[in-house]
């Protein structure tokens, strides 16, 4: 990751040629375009890709949350369970439908831990959008019977884990629906981007129609097109998707890359017993994004991270400090602050989340290091990186 560390002729060629129309809008002005739908055409790519029968390509990963939440008809009041351990957007895409994020405990495998989510469950959850975190995946398994067996839906935010699988099954289709987001710093990139992807034609349609104000897509004439509900505008351009359709057709180079990379770094690391990795349900699955693992304790955390960056091993984040991806610096979520009043405030009993407490997620990511895997390493670069922290590791003991 990410994928704009290769960016070559192929996503010039892309936006060139929706720059020759000048048709910069997805839908319509069908002769003016000369054949070309880069949207569409991405859509049907990545359905194909993950072997799912439909895809929306929207604005943000962001956006393809608060449509997904909104297609599965998630609003007021409802509960919707999610992780400490994810990007803040999960968490305002709850917040801002006007539903009741609740947390719940993670495991080792850095996501959702089923046994806390059952006990997580009321009358009011209505949801659970469990986090593929960091390229690797859930215990998606044991997740989708349990929200079978409650009749409630699952979500997957899978905007970090494009391409990685459970048993040969795309992480994303697993739920009624699955998000995906290809900004900047993503796996590949739209320049600004997201996905929803599902099986229901039904929850596609309304995906569709929400994302742009209603509208049923029927017909040739946008402005006689019906409206059967309200909707917004979370629409993608051209110039974007044609960026993500050069992207897609690199994201198996991608994955590749990544995996060798990786299996590279897991061979050292395995030969030291302070280390130990992170959990991955299907390791043949993982698209190694990122490669996580766990110091003894959270001291031994927070010098090893120090040491890395002094040996000048970049990319390596400790989450626990981080102000975007851990619940525990997250002041103004729990405090709900918001230019304006959100819908949550009417809620009976108001959550109060400065008393959320999550010993086992604290105690997890106290310990936990991620490093970030490049596309761009050279052979050189990955053994000196290999190297450095063998001489981290060493010193630790
Ligand atoms: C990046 C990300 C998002 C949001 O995607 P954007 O395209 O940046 O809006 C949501 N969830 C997770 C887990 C992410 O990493």
């Excluded at 690797?136 to 009749?151: H, P, Q």
Aim: proline share 4%; with cysteine.
């Amino acid at each position: 990751m990410p994928g704009f560390e290769k960016f070559d002729d192929a996503e010039r060629k892309e936006v060139q040629e929706v720059l020759e129309t000048g048709v910069l809008f997805r839908y319509g002005f069908d002769a003016a375009r000369q054949g070309r739908w880069k949207a569409l055409e991405f859509e049907k790519a990545f359905s194909e890709r993950l072997g799912v029968r439909h895809c929306h390509l929207c604005a943000s990963g962001t956006a393809a949350l608060s449509i997904a939440l909104a297609a599965c008809g998630i609003g007021a009041g409802d509960e919707v369970i999610v992780p400490p351990f994810t990007f803040v957007a999960t968490v305002e895409a709850v917040l801002f439908a006007g539903a009741v994020p609740v947390f719940a405990e993670i495991d080792e495998t850095l996501c959702l831990d089923p046994g806390a989510v059952e006990k997580a469950f009321t009358e009011r959850t209505r949801a659970v959008v469990v986090v593929h975190m960091c390229g690797s995946m859930a215990k998606i398994d044991a997740l989708s019977a349990l929200c079978r067996k409650r009749g409630v839906t699952l979500i997957e935010d899978a905007c970090q884990s494009v391409g990685a699988t459970f048993q040969g099954k795309a992480l994303g289709t697993f739920g009624r629906m699955g998000c995906f987001s290809f900004d900047p710093v993503k796996t590949i990139t739209c320049g600004e981007g997201g996905a929803v992807v599902t099986d229901d034609e039904t929850l596609y349609r309304v995906a569709a129609g929400f994302a742009d104000h209603g509208h049923d897509h029927e017909g040739t004439d946008r402005g006689r097109e019906g409206h059967p509900f309200l909707g917004t505008n979370f629409r993608i351009s051209e110039l974007n998707a044609a960026v993500g359709l050069a992207q897609l057709k690199k994201l198996d180079t991608f994955l590749a890359i990544q995996r060798a990379h990786k299996e590279k770094l897991v061979e050292r690391l395995r030969s030291f017993p302070n280390v130990t990795l992170r959990q991955i349900p299907d390791e043949a699955g993982d698209s190694a994004t990122f490669l996580s693992f766990f110091l003894p304790d959270e001291a031994a955390a927070r010098k090893t991270t120090a040491a890395l960056a002094e040996k000048g091993v970049d990319g390596c984040f400790y989450w626990y400090d981080n102000n975007w991806h851990y619940l525990r610096q997250w002041d103004h979520i729990k405090s709900l602050k918001a230019p304006a009043r959100l819908p949550i405030m009417l809620v009976e009993p108001r959550p109060d989340y400065h008393s959320v407490h999550l010993p086992r997620s604290d105690a997890i990511m106290g310990r936990t290091i991620s490093m970030q895997i490049k596309l761009s390493w050279t052979d050189a670069d990955l053994e000196n990186r290999l190297d450095a922290m063998a001489r981290v590791f060493d010193e630790m003991g």
